[in-house]
């Protein structure tokens, strides 16, 4: 699951899943469960181009590498950047078997269009700081190309994200060291979850609606 020698690291693309919603990440990286559904193939689709190992692409003053192995020991996460761009620039970083300087940009590629929530976001931000600190380096902006709208879209590297990734890569340890599956709070969200059906999210709303009666019929 992770480079550590002690087996402690989790997986970075899990992120997204435990930002989304805590129970779907357990599910998944806890209980190891998984749906495969139309999302996840289209995907997996999108990502053969991005999933050649450390393919190195020159263009012009860019350096293209694709599907780089990253990991912070700060974060105790590790994972695969879909493209990782290094860009000729005076005050970036030297590169082993590379002449001059160049400044690390992490991209990924999603299938569809930018989300309302921050889950893809956050993902981001982790893999600028396993990239810093891998590579000794500071990363202030990534990106997103996002297929359905075909273009770029650039993400500044805060502070506050930086720190609102801590937290969850904090919270995530937590719970996978208790190999504790948190309950579920439904929503619309639910609909376009692939693990609804293992979820079971209305059964759980109904259960938990008994159980309130049944107490205050006690009372």
Request: aromatic letters at 8%; glycine letters at 6%; one cysteine or more.
């Amino acid at each position: 699951m992770g480079n550590n020698a002690e087996g402690s690291y989790l997986m970075l693309s899990g992120l997204q899943h435990f930002q989304f919603c805590r129970r779907q990440w357990a599910l998944i990286h806890i209980e190891q469960q998984w749906v495969e559904n139309v999302r996840t193939i289209e995907g997996q689709h999108l990502h053969e181009k991005a999933d050649q190992p450390l393919i190195r692409e020159k263009r012009g003053e860019r350096l293209i590498v694709r599907a780089m192995p990253v990991h912070s020991s700060k974060l105790k996460l590790s994972g695969i950047c879909d493209v990782v761009e290094f860009v000729k620039d005076s005050e970036g970083i030297e590169l082993a078997r590379v002449e001059g300087s160049y400044k690390a940009y992490p991209v990924e590629y999603k299938r569809g269009k930018p989300k309302k929530g921050d889950e893809d976001v956050l993902q981001l931000v982790a893999q600028a700081i396993c990239l810093e600190e891998m590579l000794l380096c500071s990363i202030d902006i990534g990106y997103f190309f996002y297929n359905e709208i075909k273009r770029r879209v650039e993400v500044p590297i805060t502070k506050e994200l930086r720190e609102k990734v801590i937290q969850i890569a904090e919270e995530m340890h937590h719970y996978y060291e208790r190999k504790h599956t948190p309950k579920v709070k439904t929503g619309p969200h639910c609909k376009s979850c692939s693990l609804q059906h293992i979820c079971l999210p209305n059964l759980m709303v109904k259960r938990s609606v008994k159980s309130y009666i049944e107490r205050k019929l006690k009372e």
